[in-house]
T-cell receptor
Framework: QIHLVESGGRVVQPGTSLKLSCAAS????????VHWVRQAPGKGLEWVAI????????YYGDSLRGRVDISRDNSQNTVSLQMISLRPEDTGIYYCATDTQWGSGCLNWGRGTLLTVSS | QSALTQPASVSGSLGQSITISCTGS?????????VSWYQQHAGKAPKLLTY???NRPSGVSDRFSGSKSGNTASLTISGLQAEDEADYYC????????????FGTGTKVTVL
């Protein structure tokens, strides 16, 4: 059984930093590119970032570019999303997902972790 | 990178077929075959329905089929069932160098 589990989401104040993590079981994460996707309350899906299986390539979506860093530790089977200067509009559920290839589609998804940015 | 454009809502009766459109541009849908569709039930994580325009992952019903023409992708759901009531999102790889991937605006499917 494949499981992706996101963690690290919590209530934080605007301007602070936070690191989200994605851990995998039932699959070797190091063989997959991994996406982060977020969803604001009552809104649609928004693509956040992707990192290649070896960590050498990565891209960011417009809304977080310059405030986010994606990384991975293949020895620990984890992918992380470090965010800085958080804003209220960053509030939402953050999902990690494995790609079928490289930009082909997000196949395996976690249940998400909720980040709330509020004073 | 702007979101791909989908109709806000589509409805159909049990057993009918419906089609959801997804309009992009010549830097995303029109420029590659990395187009995919997702289903999301309320409170749940999205589920991949089709990828690479028309491929289905193992376990996805063949009632879901994807296609593409020019800058527009489509998802057809045949034999509509009650459990198909959900939100649907398209997505595409984009050739804009500063971006990579973009989702559609989402479509609420209602089964009458």
């Amino acid at each position: 059984q494949i499981h992706l589990v996101e963690s690290g989401g919590r209530v934080v104040q605007p301007g602070t930093s936070l690191k989200l993590s994605c851990a995998a079981s039932g699959l070797t994460l190091s063989t997959y590119a991994v996406h982060w996707v977020r969803q604001a309350p009552g809104k649609g899906l928004e693509w956040v970032a992707i990192i290649s299986y070896d960590g050498r390539s990565y891209y960011y979506g417009d809304s977080l570019r310059g405030r986010v860093d994606i990384s991975r530790d293949n020895s620990q089977n984890t992918v992380s999303l470090q965010m800085i200067s958080l804003r209220p509009e960053d509030t939402g559920i953050y999902y990690c997902a494995t790609d079928t290839q490289w930009g082909s589609g997000c196949l395996n998804w976690g249940r998400g972790t909720l980040l709330t940015v509020s004073s | 990178q702007s979101a791909l454009t989908q109709p806000a809502s589509v409805s159909g009766s049990l057993g009918q077929s419906i089609t959801i459109s997804c309009t992009g541009s010549n830097t995303d849908i029109g420029d590659n075959d990395f187009v995919s569709w997702y289903q999301q039930h309320a409170g749940k994580a999205p589920k991949l329905l089709t990828y690479d325009v028309s491929n289905r992952p193992s376990g996805v019903s063949d009632r879901f089929s994807g296609s593409k023409s020019g800058n527009t992708a489509s998802l057809t759901i045949s034999g509509l069932q009650a459990e198909d009531e959900a939100d649907y999102y398209c997505s595409s790889y984009t050739t804009i160098t500063t971006a990579f991937y973009v989702f559609g605006t989402g479509t609420k499917v209602t089964v009458l």
